[in-house]
């Protein structure tokens, strides 16, 4: 009773916000519960209430998962506010006298502060211990420069690609592009018939860069993780030969004019209304982007800069889970071992729902392994992309997923937009790019 005293004295003082809601149907105001006095395993876990998909998908958890853990106490709190105010309420609870075993974080920099702060436990000897990573897709295993492993993944995986329209490729009489010189060609085809060949959100900059950078991983698919540790720099032979190939398709008149001040929205709806042929984005508007074409759409994997020779190309993709993010263990939780094996669980239940319930193919479990099955068709689009990037050497770690500080990432895009408008050349965009890697 006294530790829920304490707690309702720290939120009020600091926040004047009611910080925890109850995972009832009602949401009502509630506090986490205090551990029991026999010392009964009791386990308190938090995600967010603002995350309407997980709202949906734990709303019977506790009382689905006691069979999996009949010795302990179970209690699932949720925490109200968009990513900046959850994050508040999230490090006021873990300064507090009674802070939570597991909890969610969407948000890498907001792991990498906690751990800083000695708040949360790594994780990787743990999860390797329970064979954790022979359940997931090879994407689910992200070691950024810590070489350290915080967070056990949760959410689904997205790739960068390139959508294509195949009405216009079929009723042009153009072929779907497998390297780059034939993409060059497709390109050609469509501007003398003024259809936008790629439609891309430039104005950021962020979506030019994660192009450069999928281009390159068809070079090398290990291109960002080296480029994170070191190994290579942006001015070295890969990416100066994939900023060579964009700037080749920029003056070839490829992308939409204005490309430095069209958003990824306004690209979005220049594809749906047919006026071109390719957009670049993520996977995660395959669905969306199915629908507006009424099913006249697919993912052009990266076509490859280098000769395939008549071999057929890898399916090579760039993105995946992001660092960091996903469910942490305090470092105050006094049952570390049941903690991590509940939060694989909160896990594997999170992913079952969104492949059972609602039919997302894009979860980081591999199916071959779970036994899942679908009330709803999953897109073809999605299940293809998810048989591919299963297989190894399909996949680049893609530098945006909380590898960088948010310095580095905004003078990333800064110097790619000044790219894409011809501001900059291939050499002196690398140079540019060398220096950004080089922030503190």
Known sequence: MLNKIKRIYIVSSIMALPILISCSIE??????????????VAL???????????NEAFKNFETDIKPLFPDCDIHLTYV?????????KIKVMMYSDTP???FYSGDGNFTEELYSSKKIQLLGKKLNDINYWNMVIPTAKVIGDTEHIYAIPIDEVNYNVMLINTKIFSENNVKIP???????????????????????????????????????CTLDNKISSKLISNDVAFSGKTFSR???SIKQLIELGAFQEKTEAITDEEAENLFYSSKAAIYYTSSEKLNMASNQLNGKVAVLYYPHLSQTN????????SGGTKKDCGLLISSATKYPTEAVKLAVEMSKYYNKYLYEKLGNNAIIYNLDNMGWTPSLDSDLGISKLMMNVKQKGNINTGLFGYHL?????????????????GLLSVSDYLEEMDINMNLK
Not at 80 to 88: L, V
Not at 181 to 207: C, H, N, W, Y
């Open 80 to 88: 109200k506010g968009n990513a900046n105010a959850y994050n508040t």
């Open 178 to 216: 497998e390297s780059f010189e034939e993409l060059k060609t497709a390109s050609k085809q469509f501007k003398k018939r003024s259809i936008i060949p790629i439609v891309i959100g430039g104005k950021d900059g962020r979506s030019v860069y994660n192009m450069i950078e999928g281009f390159a």
């Open 100 to 102: 939570p075993d597991i």
């Open 310 to 317: 008549g071999s057929i190309p890898k399916c090579i993709v």
């Open 27 to 40: 949401h009502k105001e509630a506090m986490p519960a205090v551990k029991n006095h026999n010392e009964k």
């Open 44 to 54: 308190e876990c938090v995600v967010p209430l603002d995350d309407e998909k997980k």
């Open 242 to 244: 994939a900023a060579t």
């Open 405 to 421: 500080s948010p310095d580095k990432e905004k003078s990333i895009e800064e110097a790619s937009t000044a790219f894409i408008t």
